[in-house]
């Protein structure tokens, strides 16, 4: 059973431009969650997401920011008009339910803005 | 913020047990204690989780006090691979991530 998937793992982005970042969850995982570690620092909680429905998106940013969880393929996290604050490691997580359940996390895809 | 609060470091030599203390002292009846770790920067991996009773696998053993407010994560014997933060979390859905400790195993 293939664990979660992220990519592409690196990404070089210049300010202004959009940043796609895609999330396979592990088979059988309908809960998708989105995290950001910024240098030198902890992992801070983004969005959760089920197939087609933002459960909590309390922790992103409220511009140039959004994410998708398709009844079809991966969850994506979209970052519009990038900066270089935005420069971080953006880790997808899955679960197969809620409470009760452990989260298995990606590899991450670290973002760099030039 | 997190519910939770660790010591920032703590050392432990190869092959002792690691014993990693956390506090949460307002945690709910529903809540889960969560244990995670992060090895250098990779993508954080599951240790163990528990409600009320201790909970033990092949990793490491959790001990939660009666009432709730602490536990202990335990590494039984600890190798230079186990060098990582350490992150104790309370919740239900979304892992709130505090500072964590830092683990260093050390020959």
């Known amino acids: 059973n293939a664990g979660v998937m992220q990519n592409p793992r690196h990404l070089v982005r210049r300010r202004g431009q959009e940043a796609r970042l895609r999330c396979s969850p592990m088979?059988?995982?309908?809960?998708v969650y989105w995290y950001r570690q910024l240098p030198e620092e902890g992992l801070k909680f983004m969005v959760y997401?089920?197939?087609?429905?933002?459960?909590?998106e309390s922790g992103m940013p409220k511009e140039r920011f959004s994410a998708e969880f398709p009844k079809e393929g991966p969850s994506i996290l979209r970052i519009q008009q990038v900066v270089r604050g935005d420069s971080a490691a953006y880790f997808c997580?899955?679960?197969?339910?809620?409470?009760?359940?452990?989260?298995?996390f990606g590899p991450g895809t670290r973002l760099t803005v030039t | 913020d997190a519910k939770t609060t660790q010591p920032p470091s703590m050392d432990c030599a190869e092959g002792r047990a690691a014993n990693l203390p956390c506090n949460h002292s307002t945690i709910s009846g529903n809540e889960y204690v969560y244990w995670y770790r992060q090895i250098h920067s990779q993508g954080p991996q599951y240790i163990i989780h528990g409600l009320k009773n201790n909970e033990t696998n092949e990793m490491a053993s959790l001990i939660i006090t009666e009432d709730r407010k602490s536990s202990t994560l335990i590494l039984p014997h600890a190798t230079l691979r186990d060098t990582a933060v350490y992150y104790c979390i309370v919740d239900t859905d979304k892992l709130i991530f505090g500072t964590g400790t830092r683990l260093q195993v050390f020959p």
């Open positions: 997401l089920q197939k087609e429905n933002i459960i909590d």
């Open positions: 997580a899955s679960s197969p339910g809620l409470a009760d359940y452990e989260q298995y």
């Open positions: 088979k059988g995982h309908s809960h």
